[in-house]
């Protein structure tokens, strides 16, 4: 098992920046890549970005290019999302999760933090 903390959520205006941490506990070898999702009440959970905890590769949604970045600290086993530029659509209950790269490359969570809410007002 791997436990998932988060911290960082708030309310930010428009335009604004925030930090969101999550540090990992437990059984972290046995997951190979870490990320980020956000879920709107009524609508699916979306994984927004995404880390490989080898080598470093990151893969992002469309909608959060160029404004979020994703970064590993393995010594600590925590993961960042750095967001900035958010705009009122960003706003939703984000969680990190770690899991497997799939041979075809797609990332499987297997675990999820409790989320933390993030709120930006315009």
């Known amino acids: 098992q791997v436990q998932l903390v988060e911290s960082g959520g708030g309310l930010v205006q428009a335009g604004g920046s925030l930090r969101l941490s999550c540090t990992a506990s437990?059984?972290?070898?046995?997951?190979?890549?870490m990320g980020w999702s956000r879920q709107v009440p009524g609508k699916e959970r979306e994984l927004v970005a995404s880390?490989?905890?080898?080598?470093?590769?990151?893969h992002y949604a469309d909608s959060v290019k160029g404004r979020f970045t994703i970064a590993r600290d393995n010594a600590k086993n925590t993961i960042y999302l750095q967001m900035i530029s958010l705009k009122p659509e960003d706003t939703a209950i984000y969680y990190c999760?770690?899991?497997?790269?799939?041979?075809?490359?797609?990332?499987?969570?297997?675990?999820w933090g409790q989320g933390t809410q993030v709120t930006v007002s315009s």
């Open positions: 999760n770690a899991g497997r790269t799939l041979y075809s490359g797609t990332y499987l969570p297997d675990y």
């Open positions: 437990g059984r972290t070898f046995s997951s190979s890549e």
């Open positions: 880390i490989s905890q080898s080598d470093g590769n990151t």
